[in-house]
């Protein structure tokens, strides 16, 4: 594969210089209008060689013989590239979008919705979350409480003295009781840690333990499992502006949109497919097909990730057409995320 390493400057401005205006209008660029740019002293007729040249490299494309060029997902991935290189940009944030991230005290679900609404609303295009995985959360505190025959409810105070509730359907049916002691149990050996943790002790401790609390663990084994299923099938990713996406669109492009829009309703599948993508550095961005989602491969992603001071609890970022403007939503993604774990680091008690 030729690398981008073969470009000369002069290819990289008219490169940079196509993309950013392709980004800006959505139509084919001509050696003519960058010759008026006066981005380069050379002619329309050397500016037009070096278009060959990117066209021949695979980062333009001309759509139709008589027009310009267009950048190809390897064109806006060399000018993302670019923008990812550089040091990440503040954001304005103010007004009452701004404000809305610190105003939910301790309600995480709360404070993730109003996150995708703020990335949704500065980015023009789709914001989501993907709400963490209950499980591996650690926990100051957690409850069980009986709600109905066979369903549970998990109340769980995280150690970012946040709550989190989540109803688990159980194959079995427990008194509250029951519950009462397996809570106790919980918060007494293993605050501080995670459901997850607490589910490998116990598949440790239970095929060798011959106490009269056998019957117990496998009780609590079988809730434990229970809510960690529970959460597998239904990873929650909360997505607000959707319909944004519309008018960004060609009318050959509104039935791709329309099996977008399906797979939206099925969030919980789209969030699993996500969540492989989570970055642990910085903001990552997949353009086109590089996020081998079929049904979102004429659009592009920006992802980062959030958590607390100890650990990552999940990722965030903005689904828009492969026409985004980079050099906002970059930033933006990276803010937010960046807000978004220090509110919830700084939590009061």
């Known amino acids: 594969m030729l690398k981008n390493s073969t470009l000369r400057e002069k290819d990289r401005i008219v490169l940079q210089t196509i ?31 070096i278009m060959v040249k990117l066209e021949e490299l695979g980062f ?47 309600d995480l679900n709360a404070l993730l919705r109003e996150t995708s609404g703020l990335l949704a609303e500065h980015s023009d295009s789709v914001g989501f979350v993907l709400s963490p995985r209950i499980s591996r959360i650690n926990f100051h505190h957690v409850r069980f409480i009986k709600i109905a025959e066979a369903k549970v409810m998990l109340l769980l105070v995280t150690t ?30 293993f605050a501080g840690k995670n459901l997850a943790v607490i589910r490998d002790y116990l598949l440790r401790e239970l095929p060798v333990s011959k106490s009269q609390f056998d019957q117990a663990f496998a009780r609590l084994m079988a809730l434990l499992r229970a809510s960690i299923l529970q959460e597998e099938h239904e990873l929650q990713m909360i997505v607000q502006g959707a319909s944004k ?26 969030a699993r497919l996500l969540s492989d993508f989570i970055s642990l550095d910085k903001v ?15 659009c592009s992603l920006v992802l980062s990730h959030y958590g607390d001071d100890r650990q990552v609890l999940g990722s965030l970022g903005i689904i828009g057409p492969k026409r985004i403007p980079y050099k906002k939503i970059i930033p933006l993604v990276d ?15």
């Open 160 to 189: 970012f003295n946040m709550v989190l509730t989540e109803i688990v359907p159980t194959e079995s049916e427990f008194t509250q009781t029951e519950l009462d002691r397996a809570s106790q149990y919980i918060n007494q050996n």
């Open 284 to 298: 990552k961005v997949l353009i086109g097909e590089e996020s081998h989602l079929p049904l979102i491969s004429e």
């Open 60 to 106: 333009l494309v001309q759509p139709h013989a008589s027009a310009g060029r267009i950048p190809t997902d390897r064109g806006l991935r060399f000018y993302v590239n670019s923008l990812l290189a550089e040091e990440p940009q503040t954001v304005d944030l103010t007004g009452p979008a701004g404000g809305k991230l610190v105003s939910s005290k301790d």
């Open 335 to 349: 803010n937010v995320a960046k807000r978004l774990s220090r509110t919830i680091s700084r939590n009061p008690s």
């Open 245 to 270: 996406l519309i008018d960004k669109f060609e009318e050959t492009g509104l039935d791709k949109l329309k099996m977008l829009f399906q797979n939206f309703e099925e969030k919980a599948h789209l």
């Open 19 to 49: 993309v950013e205006d392709y980004l800006k209008h959505g139509q084919p660029v001509s050696s003519g209008f960058i010759h008026q740019k006066r981005v380069l002293g050379d002619s329309p007729a050397t500016l037009r060689n």
